[in-house]
């Protein structure tokens, strides 16, 4: 069954306290691995999408990364703006049909 | 601005009643989708459409109906059947629906039960 799992499901850092948030995933069929960032009560926000093993992309203190199981998102020097929860969501394929699976989310709280 | 509406931001359903929410996008996408989010779940596949006047059912679609008339509109219908409808509805598209491309989301719809 195809499936997406994040952690942790929730952290908090102290501002300027660098770390990584982490998405795996088991499908039959990857079409690319998607990041996205979700306020309270709003729709989720795109971060980057990936699409092979070995990419990375970056935006601002954000860096994403993609191996052939599981995806990071690294989050360098944190300031409290980026307290949100992060979602990752990964597209497939199976006998024709396409779908996109979302994770559970882990929500970030960055402490001035 | 090419964007995603959705409308109302709080909806507010009584026993029995149907309710319909409202999406627009003008990103010229052809596929759109309804997902439903709960705490502590991921975003749940409700319907998609990846061509005006066709459209499919997602994993949860028991109590809900849409239609797609329009390439710009893809209404959501709460129906009196959905027993739990309390959550929060997002609306999303994408280029094509392949599973390789961007979805981008709307605001959100809030539907609680009085």
């Known amino acids: 069954e195809d499936q997406v799992t994040q952690s942790p499901e929730a952290l908090r850092l102290q501002e300027g306290e660098s770390s990584s948030l982490n998405c795996s995933y088991t499908v039959s069929g990857l079409r690319g691995l998607f990041w996205y960032r979700q306020d309270p009560g709003k729709g989720p926000e795109f971060l980057f999408t990936?699409?092979?093993a070995g990419e990375e992309k970056e935006k601002e203190r954000l860096k994403a990364t993609l191996t052939k199981k599981e995806s990071f998102l690294h989050i360098t020097a944190p300031k409290p703006e980026d307290s949100a929860t992060y979602l990752c969501?990964?597209?497939?394929?199976?006998?024709?049909?396409?779908?996109?699976?979302f994770g559970t989310g882990t929500r970030l709280k960055v402490l001035a | 601005d090419g964007g995603i509406t959705q409308s109302p931001k709080y909806l507010f359903r009584k026993e029995g009643q149907n309710v319909t929410l409202s999406c627009e996008q003008n990103?010229?996408?052809?596929?759109m989708y309804w997902y439903r989010q709960d705490p502590g779940q991921g975003l749940r596949l409700i319907y998609y459409s990846q061509i005006v006047n066709d459209f499919q059912k997602g994993d949860i679609a028991e109590g809900y109906s849409v239609s797609r008339e329009k390439k710009e509109s893809f209404p959501l219908t709460v129906t009196s059947a959905q027993k739990n409808p309390t959550a929060f509805y997002l609306c999303?598209?994408?280029?094509?629906?392949?599973?390789?491309?961007?979805?981008?989301f709307g605001p959100g719809t809030r539907l609680l039960v009085l």
């Open positions: 990936l699409y092979s």
């Open positions: 990103l010229n996408h052809d596929a």
């Open positions: 969501a990964v597209g497939s394929t199976t006998s024709g049909t396409y779908k996109y699976i």
């Open positions: 999303a598209s994408s280029i094509a629906g392949t599973g390789e491309e961007t979805q981008y």
